[in-house]
């Protein structure tokens, strides 16, 4: 293959990988049940005029898989962060100690892990459509290639190799999707 189409494989799996990546980073924020400073990961505070990530204005750790601990580096913002978590409307009740945030977290209900279930497959299909995106990208590419006189057989290959990075992103989606429900369902 020449180096066209071997820099088309290499843009289109970078592509995919980020898909991935992506993927991953959404099922972090899709509890499972046990308590992980992950759910906080969206939550954003209003600190000194500014929006920040609470992992900003707080250290966040977990004692046991039951609670979630915030312990703000300012005092002061103890009522902004609690605030923020109840503004993210992740389900939690905040209980403020003054100087720090215990969450208790609450065992999933079978209807809340159902609905869970359904979002990580939303947030699956979600990253299927970029790998496919990033195929259609890598064809049409490919076919630039093809008429600026690439050879018809080089083309042919690549647009094969372009399908079976695909099918193994897809199989990869769908195995990291398969994991996460059993994480879900687990009681």
């Known amino acids: 293959m020449t180096d066209e189409a071997e820099f088309v494989l290499d843009t289109a799996r970078e592509q995919m990988e980020n898909s991935m990546t992506h993927l991953e980073k959404e099922f972090a924020k899709i509890r499972a049940g046990k308590a992980s400073p992950s759910m906080l990961g969206g939550v954003i505070v209003e600190y000194y005029g500014t929006y920040v990530p609470i992992e900003q204005t707080a250290n966040i750790n977990t004692p046991d898989a039951r609670q ?57 299909e979600e990253a299927k459509i970029s790998v496919r995106a990033a195929r259609r990208q890598a064809n049409e590419e490919a076919k630039a290639l093809e008429k600026a006189g690439a050879p018809e057989d080089d083309i042919k290959r690549l647009v094969e190799k372009i399908q079976e990075l695909t099918d193994e992103f897809i199989k990869k989606v769908d195995h990291f999707t398969d994991l996460k429900e059993k994480d879900i369902l687990t009681v």
């Open 68 to 124: 979630i601990i915030v312990q703000p580096f300012d005092r002061s913002s103890i009522g902004a962060i609690e605030k923020a978590i109840m503004a993210a409307n992740l389900g939690f009740n905040p209980s403020n100690e003054g100087d720090q945030i215990r969450i208790n977290v609450p065992p999933l209900t079978e209807e809340r892990r159902k609905g869970l279930v359904k979002m990580a497959k939303v947030e699956s």
